[in-house]
């Protein structure tokens, strides 16, 4: 270990970037503030030592905690959906009964933007940064998340993952998860218990995040327990909007109805599956049954209403709260740290037995 590097585990400090850069206490402090004249080569070297050593400039966040009111930041990638909306209200409603500020950020699913976010929250000394929606789950995203986690933890925050998966039983951070894979599992279980034996998967994102892949997986192993025929051209490419579902089933049915039911990836694409039906001189149930995934507006709204997958999304937001700062107050221990809740189908009016012939 040399003189300019932190011990293991511990924020740098300001010495430890001014004996990284070769330069004085005071002229790093005159680079972080901006505030005076320093030399280009000097400033290159100090920004260079500040990014090496991941160090943050913590004066401002020390006085936050000491004359403000501790936040919770809570990260997605848009306020507009109804599956964030609820999860935000639940992260909310629990950090306020804790006397905790929300402060909610939006990337619009950039990764960088997310990776600055991060950084921001932690130079502001949030307790806990709760991260939500499907990922790419490869080596390069986990490596990132590791090194955030550590980050946070040395800053004495806590890194959460909500509705994504763990990084590891080595990592200090929080995830909460539900069960993606089997709630997609039990709709088309109760698809395939009505005789439906052609059932397209509307959703399928070239992306491969894990939201997709863990409805995938229930999909198929549904389509495998009940010797279902489990083809490529039974599942059609879509994004999460209203929109795209519609102009995909679109296009599709115009190739042919070769299938009896759709199980939707999300309640809004299941909204533009109806009018793509609809609109195509199909009847819901009758001609084709329709299923959703979430239980949100507008599974209800729909005529017929939307069988679906319930998400407990409020109860998502309040446990990554309680687990995160519950670990920082001493009310839960590391073992608790990694929380699975439940799904459930909700019936209602979308689907029907299949027709004894097409």
Same mark, same amino acid.
């Given at each position: 270990?040399?003189?300019?590097?932190?011990?293991?585990?511990?924020?740098?400090?300001?010495?430890?970037?001014?004996?990284?850069?070769?330069?004085?206490? =005071?002229?790093?402090?005159?680079?972080?503030?901006?505030?005076?004249?320093?030399?280009?080569?000097?400033?290159? *070297?100090?920004?260079?030592?500040?990014?090496?050593?991941?160090?943050?400039?913590?004066?401002?966040?020390?006085?936050?905690?000491?004359?403000?009111?501790?936040?919770?930041?809570? %990260?997605?990638?848009?306020?507009?959906?109804?599956?964030?909306?609820?999860?935000?209200?639940?992260?909310?409603?629990? !950090?306020?009964? *804790?006397?905790?500020?929300?402060?909610?950020?939006?990337?619009?699913? $950039?990764?960088?933007?997310?990776?600055?976010?991060?950084?921001?929250?932690?130079?502001?000394?949030?307790?806990?940064?709760?991260?939500?929606?499907?990922? %790419?789950?490869?080596?390069?995203?986990?490596?990132?998340?590791?090194? +955030?986690?550590?980050?946070?933890?040395?800053?004495?925050?806590?890194?959460?993952?909500?509705?994504?998966?763990?990084?590891?039983?080595?990592?200090?951070?929080?995830?909460?998860?539900?069960?993606?894979?089997?709630?997609?599992?039990?709709?088309?279980?109760?698809?395939?218990?009505?005789?439906? *034996?052609?059932?397209?998967?509307?959703?399928?994102?070239?992306?491969?995040?894990?939201?997709?892949?863990? *409805?995938?997986?229930?999909?198929?192993?549904?389509?495998?327990?009940?010797? !279902?025929?489990?083809?490529?051209?039974?599942?059609?490419?879509? $994004?999460?909007?209203?929109?795209? !579902?519609?102009?995909?089933?679109?296009?599709? +049915?115009?190739?042919?109805?070769?299938?009896?039911?759709?199980?939707? %990836?999300?309640? +809004?694409?299941?909204?533009?599956?109806?009018?793509?039906?609809?609109?195509?001189?199909?009847?819901?149930?009758?001609?084709?049954?329709?299923?959703?995934?979430?239980? %949100?507006?507008?599974?209800?709204?729909?005529?017929?209403?939307?069988?679906?997958?319930?998400?407990?999304?409020?109860?998502?937001?309040?446990?990554?709260?309680?687990? !995160?700062?519950?670990?920082?107050?001493?009310?839960?221990?590391? =073992?608790?740290?990694?929380?699975?809740?439940?799904?459930?189908?909700?019936?209602?009016?979308?689907?029907?037995? =299949?027709?004894?012939?097409?």
């Amino acid at each position: 270990m040399t003189p300019a590097d932190p011990a293991p585990g511990a924020p740098a400090t300001l010495r430890d970037v001014a004996e990284r850069a070769g330069v004085s206490m =005071a002229t790093v402090s005159r680079v972080l503030a901006d505030n005076y004249p320093v030399a280009q080569r000097t400033r290159q *070297r100090v920004l260079r030592a500040i990014r090496e050593l991941d160090y943050v400039a913590n004066t401002h966040a020390r006085a936050l905690r000491g004359r403000g009111t501790p936040t919770v930041a809570f %990260v997605l990638n848009d306020v507009r959906g109804a599956s964030f909306a609820q999860v935000a209200h639940g992260v909310e409603e629990e !950090a306020a009964r *804790r006397g905790r500020i929300c402060l909610i950020c939006t990337t619009q699913g $950039d990764p960088e933007r997310e990776l600055s976010v991060v950084r921001t929250m932690r130079e502001q000394g949030a307790g806990a940064v709760i991260l939500i929606g499907g990922v %790419v789950d490869d080596a390069a995203y986990r490596e990132q998340m590791t090194g +955030i986690a550590h980050s946070l933890d040395a800053s004495g925050s806590r890194l959460v993952l909500c509705g994504r998966p763990p990084l590891g039983p080595d990592v200090p951070a929080t995830c909460v998860e539900y069960d993606n894979e089997g709630g997609a599992y039990a709709v088309v279980s109760r698809l395939l218990a009505q005789g439906h *034996r052609r059932i397209l998967f509307l959703g399928a994102d070239a992306e491969g995040t894990t939201t997709v892949a863990g *409805r995938m997986a229930g999909y198929r192993r549904a389509l495998a327990d009940y010797d !279902a025929p489990a083809e490529e051209g039974l599942v059609q490419r879509a $994004d999460f909007n209203r929109a795209d !579902a519609y102009e995909r089933l679109r296009g599709r +049915i115009r190739q042919g109805v070769d299938f009896t039911a759709v199980f939707a %990836v999300t309640d +809004i694409a299941a909204a533009g599956a109806l009018a793509a039906l609809t609109d195509s001189g199909l009847t819901v149930p009758d001609d084709v049954s329709l299923v959703g995934y979430d239980d %949100v507006d507008p599974a209800t709204d729909l005529r017929p209403q939307l069988t679906t997958v319930h998400v407990p999304y409020e109860e998502l937001g309040r446990t990554a709260v309680r687990l !995160a700062l519950g670990l920082r107050e001493g009310e839960s221990s590391s =073992a608790e740290q990694h929380a699975l809740l439940g799904t459930h189908v909700v019936i209602r009016d979308s689907t029907a037995p =299949a027709p004894v012939a097409r």
